[in-house]
């Protein structure tokens, strides 16, 4: 299988601090890849270079076989706080890649509303992100990364900030989005469980300066039901992810 992008041999260093060592990654059509590793790896930096807005020091990132290193617009990047603007209504907020792109509100309006009730946002276009729960919002800025770049999305520990139970309804409501939209996504997380029960496949990166240290395939049906962790398979993967983490 032809991958739609690939990072070759990125290799970044900051004054003083070396922080990504010969990481290559691929990512295929409609996949769902994570990448796992310790706080202060390199994760958030690598996910800057693969999104064009930071250069490798070496490497290349081929998007659908072309060089887009150092070429930002192409992919779309979803952080961890949601980054809405405060002043500007849900429907707005989500539009915000269509009208850099040129549209009219009008013409933005009409392309986002079909997807709000994938979302779980319909009914709520006309809110403000003050008056909506921490997971709302979220919904609303990961909507806004699909209008921005429906094939690719770079997700950078989107539900970090959200409360335990919180996390587990939006990681399954995420999973269900997924068999929906045909996007393929690379995921940051630190949280083992969430990586399994989203991934196709998982890499597993080292300390600083982060390295691939491992790569899993996850062989497991999808969906994956309430009771996933109790799978031989689920038990498998987590043994040999928290073995590489602590060694």
Same mark, same amino acid.
Do not use: C, M, W
């Given at each position: 299988m032809e991958p739609i992008l690939e990072a070759k041999n990125i290799k970044k260093s900051f004054p003083q601090l070396h922080t990504? $060592?010969?990481? &290559?990654?691929?990512?295929?059509?409609? $996949?769902?890849?994570? =990448?796992?590793g310790p706080s202060g790896c390199g994760k958030s930096?690598?996910? &800057? #270079? #693969?999104?064009?807005?930071? +250069? @490798?020091?070496?490497g290349e990132v081929i998007i659908e076989n072309r060089d887009h290193t150092g070429v930002?617009?192409?992919v779309s990047f979803m952080h961890q706080k949601d980054l809405l603007l405060p002043w500007k209504r849900i429907? %707005? *907020? =989500?539009c915000l890649p269509l009208f850099l792109r040129g549209l009219s509100t009008r013409e933005a309006h009409? +392309?986002?509303? @079909?997807?709000? @009730?994938?979302f779980g946002l319909e009914g709520f276009e006309h809110y403000y992100p003050s008056q909506l729960s921490g997971g709302m919002? +979220?919904?609303?800025?990961?909507?806004?990364?699909?209008?921005?770049s429906q094939d690719i999305m770079l997700l950078d520990e989107p539900f970090g900030g959200l409360d335990a139970l919180t996390r587990q309804t939006m990681q399954r409501w995420l999973m269900n989005v997924m068999e929906e939209i045909e996007s393929s996504v690379l995921l940051?997380?630190? %949280? =083992? %469980?969430?990586? /399994?029960?989203? &991934?196709?496949? #998982? !890499? =597993?990166l080292s300390h600083r300066p982060a390295q691939v240290r491992q790569e899993l395939k996850v062989n497991m049906e999808r969906p994956r039901g309430i *009771? !996933?962790?109790? $799978?031989? $398979? !689920? /038990?498998?993967?987590?043994?040999? /992810?928290?073995e590489c983490l602590t060694h």
């Open positions: 990504i $060592e010969n990481i &290559s990654l691929r990512l295929n059509r409609k $996949e769902f890849v994570t =990448v796992l930096t690598l996910f &800057s #270079i #693969i999104a064009g807005i930071a +250069q @490798p020091d070496r930002a617009g192409r429907l %707005d *907020n =989500v009409k +392309q986002a509303k @079909p997807h709000f @009730p994938l919002r +979220q919904r609303a800025a990961l909507l806004r990364t699909f209008l921005f940051i997380t630190h %949280d =083992v %469980d969430e990586a /399994i029960l989203l &991934s196709d496949r #998982i !890499y =597993v *009771n !996933y962790f109790a $799978e031989p $398979e !689920y /038990i498998r993967l987590k043994e040999a /992810i928290l």
